[in-house]
């Protein structure tokens, strides 16, 4: 290899690693979704959770069996639903190689790993329009995806791209709840399709905004 590619290689790879960070009140911004996410959790995981027999009961076919994708999935997903605007905060404000950052980022990974594939069973399994389980399934194959690419840009230590796919992993955790959320407040289960296909568009809208604002 030339000096010339050499130089190039390793400029890239500095220009990679090196974390730039948004005008503080974008980068602060994810930290709204926060309350967003607790209602979520308060007023539907929560009495979901408590009354779980018979809603299970209902969505997945009565099967006793079937019920514990449901009871994994639940617990597992409220972790990545929680911490997710606190973790995407810390990376977009210079923080990314802090302590905090880091462990935060491997329990997010490790819950969603333990939630992946029983919330790709329970859209199979439930008792919802067709249009509706399918959204779900590409949104679960959507999950899987970001969450891997994140943690291999990331590993690779091309933060730009880390930043990027995390970004689009919890847009896809988030609309877990925003299709659950249509759905309860009478919206019917063709809002939930609607918010899931919005949510694949609208990240992709707003990651080159975000990066342009970047510094």
Same mark, same amino acid.
């Given at each position: 290899?030339?000096?010339?590619?050499?130089?190039?290689?390793? /400029?890239?790879?500095? %220009?990679?690693?090196? #974390?730039?960070?948004?005008?503080?009140? @974008? !980068?602060?911004?994810? =930290?709204?979704?926060?309350?967003?996410?607790?209602?979520?959790?308060?007023?539907?995981?929560?009495?979901?959770?408590?009354?779980?027999?018979?809603?299970?009961?209902?969505?997945?076919?009565?099967?006793?069996?079937?019920?514990?994708?449901?009871?994994?999935?639940?617990?597992?997903?409220?972790?990545?639903?929680?911490?997710?605007?606190?973790?995407?905060?810390?990376?977009?404000?210079?923080?990314?190689?802090?302590?905090?950052?880091?462990?935060?980022?491997?329990?997010?990974? /490790?819950?969603?790993? %333990?939630?992946?594939? #029983?919330?790709?069973?329970?859209?199979? @399994? !439930?008792?919802?329009? =067709?249009?509706?389980?399918?959204?779900?399934?590409?949104?679960?194959?959507?999950?899987?995806?970001?969450?891997?690419?994140?943690?291999?840009?990331?590993?690779?230590?091309?933060?730009?791209?880390?930043?990027?796919?995390?970004?689009?992993?919890?847009?896809?955790?988030?609309?877990?709840?925003?299709?659950?959320?249509?759905?309860?407040?009478?919206?019917?289960?063709?809002?939930?399709?609607?918010?899931?296909?919005?949510?694949?568009?609208?990240?992709?809208?707003?990651?080159?905004?975000?990066?342009?604002?970047?510094?």
């Amino acid at each position: 290899m030339s000096l010339a590619a050499r130089s190039s290689t390793v /400029a890239d790879n500095v %220009i990679a690693d090196k #974390p730039t960070s948004l005008p503080r009140p @974008l !980068s602060i911004a994810p =930290l709204a979704l926060l309350p967003i996410a607790l209602a979520f959790f308060v007023n539907y995981a929560v009495p979901y959770a408590r009354n779980f027999a018979a809603r299970a009961t209902y969505l997945y076919h009565g099967v006793p069996k079937n019920h514990v994708w449901l009871a994994l999935h639940i617990p597992s997903a409220a972790v990545p639903l929680l911490a997710g605007p606190v973790q995407i905060a810390l990376g977009l404000s210079r923080r990314g190689r802090s302590w905090p950052h880091r462990v935060l980022g491997w329990i997010i990974a /490790a819950s969603t790993l %333990i939630s992946i594939p #029983p919330a790709m069973v329970c859209a199979f @399994l !439930s008792e919802n329009i =067709l249009p509706h389980k399918l959204s779900l399934i590409a949104l679960d194959i959507y999950w899987t995806v970001t969450l891997a690419a994140a943690l291999y840009f990331v590993k690779n230590k091309n933060i730009q791209l880390h930043r990027d796919f995390m970004i689009r992993y919890y847009a896809a955790t988030l609309t877990f709840v925003t299709n659950r959320m249509g759905t309860h407040l009478g919206g019917g289960l063709m809002s939930g399709v609607a918010a899931i296909w919005i949510t694949f568009l609208g990240v992709e809208l707003l990651i080159p905004r975000l990066r342009s604002a970047a510094w």
